[in-house]
């Protein structure tokens, strides 16, 4: 009855299928990897379902990787046997083709690490970077400490070469004396055009912080990401304050209801970037060690989804969920920023960013793709229109905002694995499989309830109850930080649900708001009462806000204050995202006076404190004032040291 080679893929898939649904384990590992084998060459779309499609290879992972779970000890001493039969020769390769095959199909088994630290080292030797860094980051977030190690190594080595600058840390920085002059000086920052489209030729843009929402290995990268305020341009500074990247965005392709940078979001995976902008995710190189822009770009491109010339591709039909028109709410204030109603249905949404794979949902479908070719390895049509997506490296979470059910699939292949309860609203985040959410407290209505939980296991990891009178701080990519008018400071690690810094600190009369500021394990606590109309930022009062009260320095790793008391500043502008190696905290603003004699007129102040100590080491309340809206901070550790 056989005729075709999509026939034949099918019989073997229904084969191997039917013996692992009879508990036949041995019989089934044999019939998958015959069809893996079948296939490798040019891995075929499987349609499972009307609503569900998913690539061989992918299905074929996740089946051997069920599998084994299910497997008995006698089971899986043969299958161990059957591994390393197929184990590739790991030393001097002259190909990467056997390597890829076996983690295809065998990656989550034992003895992948391996394989895996074989291809980095022969894709790093062979100047890939892109892919050698993704194999290199799923190996280390492995618990194998050797392998940990190992892949460290490398990607510290691909960093050096990618970031395109030696990269010294603040503790090389000298103590002592600071000299400081204000000199004129031609402010234009020096900007590398990237992509197919120039910069805009307009008047400079405005940025804001572009919000990164997930880092795969935060050290991976060092760049600061900025979005125009009209979503036009993309921009990255290193951690010197260079600013080193800019992309400028097709505004075809927005429409004008989504052009708010508030609503613009990324995740980073080493040095790759993921942007969801208008409706769409752009995958973006951002490497320096290339010359040419092509690389940049790396998807969407119309060529690369295979399944646009796959007929088995699902299409969703008709659902109530696609007319919706109210879309409650998810987010709190203090919280990540959506868009609500049928809008915010069709803006689509980013999920994990992972080795493995990215997820996201548009318009008609959820799908995963490969990170580096934008490449469809799974789609589903099942999933309600404009789920909130979250997840980590196994499992993806879609909850649906406007019911109560959380889905899960497996992130190998898509496998709907069942649905929880959907937290409710207000939520402040999400960070792996957990989110934090702030309720009314069920004990006093008068309080909040911010509670840490674990969707899927449906566990609460972490709970306490607040005045309502306090204030917070989501600090991106996983934390939230809280101080209660008693002056209770708290710092929440979302992502394990464990509270990291619980220090008692100087009340302050009439709390207005708490800002925070990250650099790498230091975090800046600010904290501010009413402040003077006199004084006014030198740009977003969200991302420049005035700072009247203390400011306080934390190390993340202990939970301790790095400083013997706080920083008192009364009515500075502080800028958040400062180049994180300098050793100053930086504040400017412009204050407006009035007098009989001179009338009105505004100046520029500069004010510096010491990361270390917290101590005032340059302030200057006559800086001339200037039109120009936008200011940098850069940083040179060389011979001497300067900060500009």
Sequence with gaps: LIHSRDQQIELLRIDAAGLDASGQRLAAWDAYLKLADFTAEDPAFLKINDQYTVRSDRWISGRLAALWAAASPGERTVIKEKLAARRPALENPRTAADLRHYLAYLDTLPGASEVRLALARYLVDHSHPQQAEVELLQLAATGDVQMKAAASQLLSKISAKADGKSLRGPGDWPRGHVDAELTSVNATPTIISRGTNPPNPGPSATYRPLRIEQDFWPRASSMQWFISLDCSEIAGRNMWGDDVFHLSADQNSLARQYRDSNLVHGAQLGHLLYVALGGQIMAIDTRQDHATPEGDLLWPLQAQDAFDREPARPHRGPSSNAVRTNRPPLYHFYGRKRMNGAAGIALGSLGPVTPRGVVYQD??????????????????????????????????????????????????????????????????????????????????????????????????????????????????????????????????????????????????????????????????????????????????????????????????????????????????????????????????????????????????????????????????????????????????????????
């Design 363 to 644: 318009d008609n479908e959820l799908k995963c793709v490969d990170p580096v070719t934008g490449t469809t390895l799974w789609a589903r049509t099942d999933i309600p229109l404009g789920c909130e997506l979250f997840g980590d490296g196994e499992l993806v979470i879609a909850a649906d905002v406007g019911g109560k059910d959380a889905y899960g699939m497996r992130l190998t292949d898509g496998a709907l694995l069942g649905k929880r309860e959907r937290p409710k609203s207000e939520w402040l985040l999400t960070a792996g499989r957990n989110v934090a959410q702030l309720t009314s407290a069920a004990s006093h209505g008068n309080r909040y309830q911010l509670t840490v939980t674990d969707v899927w296991a449906q566990k609460q990891l972490y709970q306490v109850e607040l005045p309502r009178t306090s204030k917070f701080s989501v600090i991106e990519p996983n934390a939230v930080a809280v101080l209660d008018q008693a002056g209770q400071f708290r710092l929440i690690d979302v992502q394990s649900g464990r509270l990291v810094v619980d220090e008692k600190l100087d009340p302050v009369p009439n709390v207005q708001a708490i800002h925070t500021m990250r650099a790498d394990d230091d975090l800046f606590v600010f904290v501010s009462g009413p402040v003077e109309s006199q004084v006014r930022p030198l740009g977003q009062p969200f991302d420049y806000p005035i700072v009247n009260g203390p400011v306080y320095a934390f190390n993340i790793k202990t939970g301790k204050q790095l400083w013997s008391g706080p920083a008192i500043v009364r009515n500075r502008g502080v800028y958040l995202s400062q180049p994180t190696v300098v050793p100053l905290l930086i504040f400017a603003d412009r204050k407006f006076s009035h007098s009989a004699t001179s009338g009105n007129r505004s100046q520029l102040r500069v004010l510096c404190l010491d990361k270390r100590t917290g101590e005032t080491v340059y302030r200057n309340d006559q800086v001339p004032d200037s039109s120009v809206a936008r200011f940098s901070i850069r940083a040179e550790n060389d011979t001497p040291p300067v900060v500009s």
